[in-house]
């Protein structure tokens, strides 16, 4: 059981406050992402949670457990840093144990969890060797298994892929979530990427300066952003904004065209988001749309990513076949999907309903 | 490069015949005779008669004539000296690594106000030559009423290597991720474990850089001990050695000989260390 509460929780570096209150509910098992652009008290948060650094303000609960004056080993957490941080002069078997032994566990218990932890990470063969003699990824179980062996409640995991290279990367992933269903456990997973987040997370937590912006699955921030900043960080390639004005049921650009989109709120300016799914392009130019000049193409082999300037210099990305290949330099017109747009507000940028 | 090195290379000059590296070794090379010639002229001459010394000191002596070191062992008390010098120096690197240590790792990772003004502290005692301070200390020690004790010499002497080593230990410290330490700190570990656990055995390599920096210079003291030891059986190797050397005469066999005996152990001392400090302590902690 691992019930977390975050009430109001505030941390400032001297004068320069970086975390604005953060209230957070996290339920057992689940899997939790924060996600943001660098800077955002991500990990500033997540080592907050740990105990590493005092709160400047708020509360911390585990299991309705006040847990601000707790130190970190007495929460019931662990945590693989992003470096792996494992002790150097110390073999795998005996970075396992350190932590396990410091618990006060008698010596048959110790060996009992690392070797549980060695199998569950394919381990066995490296126990008698030193950090530096293992690759990145055997680097990384080592770090995940030392968490392992303390049994925690909550596995805080900070940016855990960032040092591995793009093949290794989408392995380990893999194996974190296997590893999460196996052993069930609460876990918070920092990164900047938005990828894992979506790949990896049951509920991700978009951070922006210091605040959270939105919480929700994958498929609500994908599909119901909040606000500009959601919607530009989840999803690749990012969406699209474009400044447009309403009249009646069509969304105008000034000089360049409009596109019929439905019911609209009736607020005069605002903002139109647009994934590369929801854009079609037609090669007629001057067609019912906005018209735009195609900039250069994107060729994925499966699909091809189509970019597009509009008459106020917004780039959009469209998603088109890998045989439909457009030239640079040649006029089309953008049209969108009506059921797929996202309108925001040209003030806060916050979603206007739908 | 490689335009300028064929234009050059009909010329065949050293640098052409030899290329860096080639120069490099023959520097190499040249300093360590330059080196080594004075510990070889030192030990041959511990084999030599005065007069021998005088009329071929380059020459290879008869190495089983060890007349000079059956006197020193004879005339002298030399391992009464030994021991005291080992005792005087073994007891301030002790103190200057455990001060010096515990000094740098709270300046290095803890912070709070002063920490850089400590630092400086300690820093400005690298350019105070102590021996400018000898008649205030003299009388400090004789008020402390350990003029004549070994403990004077250890207090001045950890006075001395203290700056040094907190200024190489704080610099290490600085560079280890301090990632390590919250690692321990999240499983248990007391700051005290952190310290002697995972920081120490990692800041090995520069605390024997700090070590023989200040081993030598202790070991090799004569000025302290001349004006605050008077005591025959308190006198340290340097000290002791001044018997053979009079004010009219010099018997330079016998002093050569002291002087290898009294180098002998350091070097030993540099042989068994110096790989500490190719050890790369940290590689594979953190990519």
């Not at chain 1, 990896?200 to 952003?225: C, F, H, W």
């Not at chain 1, 970019?307 to 290949?325: E, H, I, K, S, W």
């Amino acid at each position: 059981m691992a019930q977390l509460s975050l009430r109001g929780i505030k941390k400032s570096f001297r004068n320069v406050d970086v975390l604005h209150g953060i209230d957070l509910e996290i339920g057992d098992r689940e899997f939790v992402v924060f996600v943001g652009p660098s800077g955002c008290g991500k990990s500033t948060l997540l080592r907050l949670i740990a105990g590493l650094d005092p709160m400047s303000g708020g509360e911390f609960l585990l299991n309705g457990k006040r847990m601000n004056d707790v130190p970190p080993s007495r929460r019931g957490i662990a945590m693989v840093f992003q470096s792996y941080a494992l002790y150097p002069h110390m073999d795998v078997y005996e970075n396992m144990a350190f932590g396990a032994r410091l618990m006060g566990l008698d010596k048959g218990e110790v060996e009992a969890r690392i070797a549980e932890a060695a199998r569950m990470l394919r381990l066995e063969p490296l126990l008698q060797r030193k950090p530096r003699e293992l690759s990145g990824g055997q680097r990384q179980r080592v770090a995940i298994g030392r968490a392992l062996v303390r049994k925690p409640q909550v596995f805080l995991l900070d940016e855990p892929l960032s040092n591995l290279d793009a093949a290794l990367r989408s392995e380990v992933r893999l194996e974190i979530a296997r590893l999460h269903r196996q052993i069930g456990g609460t876990m918070i997973y920092v990164t900047h990427d938005q990828v894992e987040a979506m790949t990896l997370a049951d509920k991700i937590v978009v951070m922006n300066a210091g605040r959270i912006e939105q919480v929700g699955s994958p498929r609500d921030l994908y599909e119901t952003p909040a606000n500009t900043f959601v919607a530009t960080f989840i999803g690749s390639p990012r969406m699209t904004l474009v400044d447009v004005r309403c009249e009646g049921e069509r969304l105008v650009l000034p000089n360049g065209g409009s596109v019929h989109v439905g019911a609209l709120p009736d607020v005069g300016e605002l903002k139109l988001g647009l994934r590369s799914d929801a854009v079609r392009l037609s090669r007629t130019a001057g067609g019912d749309g906005f018209a735009g000049q195609v900039v250069y193409t994107e060729y994925l082999g499966d699909n091809a990513y189509v970019y597009v300037r509009l008459a106020d210099g917004t780039l959009v990305a469209a998603r088109t076949g890998p045989d439909d290949l457009f030239e640079p330099d040649h006029m089309v017109t953008i049209s969108v999907e009506p059921g797929s747009v996202h309108l925001f507000s040209a003030g806060d940028g916050r979603r206007l309903v739908p | 490069m490689s335009a300028g090195a064929s234009t050059y290379g009909d010329r065949r000059g050293i640098l052409g015949a030899l290329g860096r590296d080639g120069l490099l070794q023959v520097i190499l090379v040249a300093n360590t005779v330059i080196m080594l010639a004075p510990i070889v002229i030192m030990v041959f001459s511990a084999f030599k008669t005065t007069p021998q010394i005088f009329q071929s000191p380059f020459g290879i002596p008869d190495f089983t004539q060890v007349a000079n070191f059956a006197k020193i062992w004879s005339e002298t008390n030399f391992l009464r000296y030994l021991l005291n010098s080992f005792f005087v120096t073994g007891t301030s690197m002790v103190l200057i690594l455990t001060l010096g240590t515990m000094a740098a790792y709270a300046i290095g990772r803890y912070q709070f106000t002063g920490a850089s003004f400590i630092l400086m502290f300690f820093l400005a005692g690298l350019t105070l030559p102590l021996k400018l301070a000898i008649i205030p200390l003299f009388m400090l020690m004789r008020d402390l009423s350990i003029l004549n004790n070994q403990l004077s010499l250890i207090f001045v002497y950890t006075a001395m290597g203290l700056p040094t080593t907190v200024f190489i230990m704080t610099g290490f410290i600085r560079t280890l991720p301090s990632e390590l330490e919250d690692a321990a700190r999240m499983d248990g570990a007391s700051e005290a474990r952190i310290m002697w656990s995972i920081m120490l055995p990692l800041v090995r390599p520069a605390m024997v850089i700090a070590g023989i920096q200040n081993v030598v210079p202790i070991w090799n003291d004569f000025f302290f001990p001349l004006v605050f030891i008077q005591n025959d059986s308190l006198k340290t190797l340097p000290q002791g050695l001044t018997t053979f050397m009079g004010e009219y005469t010099t018997d330079w066999g016998v002093l050569f000989a002291g002087l290898t005996l009294s180098a002998a152990p350091i070097i030993v001392i540099y042989i068994l260390l110096s790989k500490q400090f190719i050890a790369g302590m940290t590689s594979g902690a953190v990519k």
